[in-house]
């Protein structure tokens, strides 16, 4: 037991770099039920590969369905992952001394890549597909700027050109995405812009609106559909985008098996679901072979609350209604966020596979306001030295609050969550809160009912 115990006294768990993995894991197959399908925002049918061959290569098309439990990673796209993974693992220590209780806090570091958060896992997979395929430009949308500074990242290591519309109270809020982003190459427009048909409707209707992903989304999207040598990219929601993130999760069993720990809870914030989906899908499928016994949960903000309070129904993933129908927690596709600081937890809807495991009583969800997790990210913060992102305030309070419920119970918990990425290009937020100057909202519930009246009934 002399190296276990050592081991588990190690502050930074790192796994060698020859044991990185080398395949996504796909957790569809592993269900007890398959979840719903995409269907076709015209007919209602069940959308099918050629339908989605507009706006996305085929080879990721192909992922998006595949019944495979396993996806061996290009060796051009591990060559990449090599400059910042296998990612840390660390072990709360200063966290664990502040708490004073009995658990034993870990979590995965995703801000050690070089934008400083999870998105290039799927970025450089992302832009690797779709310059195999000829592809030279790719559309985007951002919230608060990490995936649009990713994928302008990842196009630049494949030679591509990368076209971001990003929601305009992030835009404001956050000016040093813009210089990230065309220090990288990109090109960034704050959405809505008068770039599209569908930007110039919205800011006819209202010029001052704040913006959503939602409104992004479908002008990237149109951007992409309008133009042939163009290509859209997502950097949440979709199957193939957690599958590419599940080498968080990969890693994490790995190194939690070398402090020969289990952990008691996982704990993820999301927004689309990728990073918690990311950390937490291998580990289901452990639960699900009968390995472990993990509770597992997600944090949203109280102020896009889809898993807690939204409807599960089909609805669109944008709000002019272009993107296939997907059955998942909404709150309704025209519903606009508070322009809360964690910019990317700002949207209506959630990962159908998130909301299709809700269902399945796989995962738990909370919804917390900002102010107590920024409450709860300083004190990290003055214990354990990183400065987490707005996003991922979420789950550093949730896992504090979890700390604090063993310690009261007494119960020697082991609690795991992902740290997805750092504030440092999010100061503003943090500057709000020191001032005291950040809000709350009220659960919006008259402008969820709103936004769901405008939601397509559809059978199923
Ligand atoms: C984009 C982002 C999120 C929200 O997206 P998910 O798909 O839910 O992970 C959360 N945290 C960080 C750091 C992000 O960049």
Redesign the pocket.
């Given at each position: 037991m002399k190296r276990g115990r050592f081991l588990i006294m190690a502050t930074k768990i790192i796994l060698p770099e020859a044991e990185l993995p080398t395949k996504w894991y796909n957790i569809v197959p592993d269900l007890p039920s398959p979840p719903p399908a995409f269907l076709h925002p015209g007919t209602h049918e069940p959308v099918g590969p050629d339908d989605l061959a507009p706006l996305f290569p085929m080879d990721l098309i192909l992922q998006e369905v595949s019944q495979d439990r396993f996806l061996d990673i290009p060796d051009e796209v591990l060559e990449i992952y090599r400059m910042w993974r296998p990612s840390p693992l660390y072990r709360a220590h200063g966290l664990e001394r502040m708490i004073g209780g009995p658990a034993r806090i870990y979590y995965k570091y995703?801000g050690v890549s070089p934008v400083g958060?999870?998105?290039p896992n799927t970025a450089v997979a992302q832009a690797f597909y779709n310059a195999k395929a000829g592809v030279k430009k790719l559309s985007t949308e951002t919230?608060?700027g990490?995936?649009g500074s990713a994928l302008a990242f990842a196009c630049a290591m494949f030679g591509m050109e990368c076209e971001v519309y990003q929601v305009r109270a992030s835009y404001d809020q956050k000016p040093y995405r813009k210089a990230i982003i065309e220090s990288y190459g990109g090109v960034i427009y704050p959405s809505p812009s008068t770039n599209t048909q569908y930007g110039r409707k919205v800011l006819e209707e209202d010029p001052d609106t704040p913006g959503s992903l939602g409104i992004a989304i479908s002008e990237a999207v149109e951007v992409a559909a309008t133009n042939e040598d163009v290509k859209y990219s997502l950097?949440?929601?979709l199957n193939h985008v957690l599958m590419h993130q599940t080498i968080i999760g990969e890693e994490a069993l790995k190194q939690m098996a070398m402090v020969e720990e289990t952990p008691d809870v996982i704990i993820g914030?999301?927004?689309?679901?990728?990073?918690?989906s990311g950390l937490v899908f291998p580990f289901i499928r452990e639960k699900l072979a009968g390995k472990m016994e993990p509770v597992i949960r997600a944090v949203e903000p109280a102020a896009a609350p889809s898993l807690t309070k939204g409807s599960y129904q089909y609805d669109f993933g944008d709000t002019a209604g272009m993107t296939p129908l997907v059955k998942m927690h909404t709150l309704g596709h025209p519903f606009v966020p508070e322009p809360i600081h964690a910019g990317?937890?700002r949207y209506h809807g959630m990962?159908p596979l998130v909301s299709h495991l809700r269902q399945l009583d796989l995962i738990e969800a909370v919804a917390l306001n900002q102010t107590e997790t920024f409450t709860k990210a300083i004190e990290f913060a003055r214990v354990e030295g990183i400065i987490p992102?707005p996003?991922?305030t979420h789950a550093v309070a949730e896992a504090m609050n979890e700390a604090e419920r063993a310690k009261e119970s007494g119960e020697e918990k082991v609690i795991l969550f992902n740290l997805?990425?750092h504030g440092h290009f999010d100061m503003g937020a943090y500057q709000a809160f020191l001032g005291g100057e950040l809000e709350d909202y009220e659960h919006p519930e008259e402008r969820i009912q709103q936004a769901m009246a405008r939601v397509p009934v559809v059978a199923g």
């Amino acid at each position: 037991m002399k190296r276990g115990r050592f081991l588990i006294m190690a502050t930074k768990i790192i796994l060698p770099e020859a044991e990185l993995p080398t395949k996504w894991y796909n957790i569809v197959p592993d269900l007890p039920s398959p979840p719903p399908a995409f269907l076709h925002p015209g007919t209602h049918e069940p959308v099918g590969p050629d339908d989605l061959a507009p706006l996305f290569p085929m080879d990721l098309i192909l992922q998006e369905v595949s019944q495979d439990r396993f996806l061996d990673i290009p060796d051009e796209v591990l060559e990449i992952y090599r400059m910042w993974r296998p990612s840390p693992l660390y072990r709360a220590h200063g966290l664990e001394r502040m708490i004073g209780g009995p658990a034993r806090i870990y979590y995965k570091y995703e801000g050690v890549s070089p934008v400083g958060s999870h998105k290039p896992n799927t970025a450089v997979a992302q832009a690797f597909y779709n310059a195999k395929a000829g592809v030279k430009k790719l559309s985007t949308e951002t919230g608060a700027g990490q995936w649009g500074s990713a994928l302008a990242f990842a196009c630049a290591m494949f030679g591509m050109e990368c076209e971001v519309y990003q929601v305009r109270a992030s835009y404001d809020q956050k000016p040093y995405r813009k210089a990230i982003i065309e220090s990288y190459g990109g090109v960034i427009y704050p959405s809505p812009s008068t770039n599209t048909q569908y930007g110039r409707k919205v800011l006819e209707e209202d010029p001052d609106t704040p913006g959503s992903l939602g409104i992004a989304i479908s002008e990237a999207v149109e951007v992409a559909a309008t133009n042939e040598d163009v290509k859209y990219s997502l950097g949440s929601v979709l199957n193939h985008v957690l599958m590419h993130q599940t080498i968080i999760g990969e890693e994490a069993l790995k190194q939690m098996a070398m402090v020969e720990e289990t952990p008691d809870v996982i704990i993820g914030c999301i927004g689309g679901g990728s990073n918690f989906s990311g950390l937490v899908f291998p580990f289901i499928r452990e639960k699900l072979a009968g390995k472990m016994e993990p509770v597992i949960r997600a944090v949203e903000p109280a102020a896009a609350p889809s898993l807690t309070k939204g409807s599960y129904q089909y609805d669109f993933g944008d709000t002019a209604g272009m993107t296939p129908l997907v059955k998942m927690h909404t709150l309704g596709h025209p519903f606009v966020p508070e322009p809360i600081h964690a910019g990317g937890l700002r949207y209506h809807g959630m990962a159908p596979l998130v909301s299709h495991l809700r269902q399945l009583d796989l995962i738990e969800a909370v919804a917390l306001n900002q102010t107590e997790t920024f409450t709860k990210a300083i004190e990290f913060a003055r214990v354990e030295g990183i400065i987490p992102g707005p996003e991922p305030t979420h789950a550093v309070a949730e896992a504090m609050n979890e700390a604090e419920r063993a310690k009261e119970s007494g119960e020697e918990k082991v609690i795991l969550f992902n740290l997805c990425g750092h504030g440092h290009f999010d100061m503003g937020a943090y500057q709000a809160f020191l001032g005291g100057e950040l809000e709350d909202y009220e659960h919006p519930e008259e402008r969820i009912q709103q936004a769901m009246a405008r939601v397509p009934v559809v059978a199923g």
